[in-house]
């Protein structure tokens, strides 16, 4: 038996989380929630366990406890009491709520493995997705009929604002007077994308930016991370735990080569190569691309604090040949110097992010960062 509720496993949110556990402890639940904050924070986990927490069969102080029947079916997507909404591309669904194409089920079961295995990570869909009509239309159709075995009946809809108002509209009676016994929670990371109407019918909950401090510990203690590396990453990751673990888990992408033939450019000093490939990849990296670049330059550069001193904490240690050559360009006298011209270099490139998101000039800061960079390996 699990020895302490799930709820234990979500940090940094306790003013959301004592908000539910009254609810549960006083037995008023609301028919309806909004789960609303910045990507990332344990937004879903958290309507996932409150659903689980009402249906689960063990003692009161351990729910939910993730082991029983109940919550083993809601931790595989399999319970038929969980109605769960995702934004998707068209599957071409039946009235009866079925997927019949091939390609399209294999998305659809692709997003929910995702879901269970690697949440940090974003499942790429084939084609644009939304909330949509023939899904809410099923959903209006199951709740009218009576709840299988739970004693809740629990509706998420994930990304609520990916409804258009159409969808929104067929939604709304549903909401204001859902069959008894059922909750529903919307989720969202842009609640002003919502309509009035549907917020005002929703007892609203926000999730906070997630504390620097509980992201390293998140980082530390569930994914093996150093605590140099889960300290740089927690400052970079805006206060979202997803992103985090993603830059930690981080493969072998195509941003991070990037980043890595940009760190290969400085320490070689070969500006003309690096304001010849600026020009080429002009078009190339949106807003999105440039802040995840320069998110695993701070790695890289984070990294070099800890070839010498620690290299099993080394994050690219696939790099690890560049990382010694580069460690010893850089110009200091001790080791405590890097350690601050590190933490320096990941401050600047906070603001640099900030001046992105600010619309700045995104040129301007490509050139910018390569400066900072090789500032970093002159003296
Ligand atoms: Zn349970």
Redesign the pocket.
């Known amino acids: 038996m ?1 020895e302490q509720s799930l709820f234990q496993k979500i940090r940094g949110q306790s003013r959301a989380l004592k908000i539910l556990f009254q609810a549960i402890e006083n037995e008023h639940i609301a028919q309806a929630y909004l789960f609303h904050g910045i990507e990332g924070v344990g937004k879903f986990t958290t309507a996932l366990y409150f659903g ?2 009402l ?4 003692n009161k102080e ?11 079916k ?1 931790l595989n997507f399999e319970h038929p009491d969980l109605l769960y909404l995702f934004p998707t591309p068209n599957l071409q669904l039946t009235p009866e709520g079925e997927i019949k194409n091939d390609e399209y089920r294999k998305e659809y079961e692709g997003y929910i493995r995702n879901k269970i295995e690697t949440p940090w990570e974003d499942y790429r869909f084939s084609s644009n997705i939304m909330i949509r009509k023939e899904s809410i239309s099923w959903l209006i159709k199951r709740l009218n009929i009576s709840s299988y075995e739970a004693k809740y009946r629990i509706c998420i809809i994930e990304d609520a604002d990916l409804m258009n108002i159409e969808t929104a509209n067929a939604f709304l009676k549903t909401l204001e007077e859902p069959p008894e016994s059922t909750v529903i929670i919307l989720t969202t990371n842009n609640p002003s994308q919502l309509l009035p109407t549907i917020v005002s019918r929703c007892q609203p909950i926000h999730f906070q930016p997630v504390d620097p401090n509980v992201i390293a510990q998140i980082l530390i203690d569930d994914f093996n991370t150093s605590p140099r590396t889960a300290r740089i990453v927690s400052q970079i990751a805006d206060g979202s735990v997803k992103y985090a673990i993603h830059l930690v888990q981080g493969e072998s992408s195509k941003l991070r080569e990037r980043a890595f033939e940009i760190m290969q450019m400085a320490l070689e000093g070969n500006d003309l190569a690096y304001y010849r490939s600026l020009q080429a990849n002009l078009q190339k990296y949106n807003a999105e691309n440039l802040i995840e670049i320069i998110r695993y330059l701070c790695m890289f550069v984070g990294d070099l604090d800890l070839i010498e001193s620690a290299e099993e904490q080394v994050v690219n240690i696939d790099k690890k040949d560049f990382l010694i050559e580069a460690r010893a360009k850089i110009p200091i006298q001790n080791s405590a110097e890097l350690t601050d011209k590190v933490l320096d270099f990941v401050l600047l490139m906070q603001d640099y992010i900030r001046k992105i998101r600010g619309n700045v000039n995104l040129q301007l800061i490509q050139q910018n960062l390569y400066f900072q960079l090789n500032n970093l390996f002159r003296p």
């Open positions: 699990q689980m927490a249906n689960c069969l063990a351990f729910r939910p406890c993730g082991v029983c029947s109940s919550c083993h809601f």
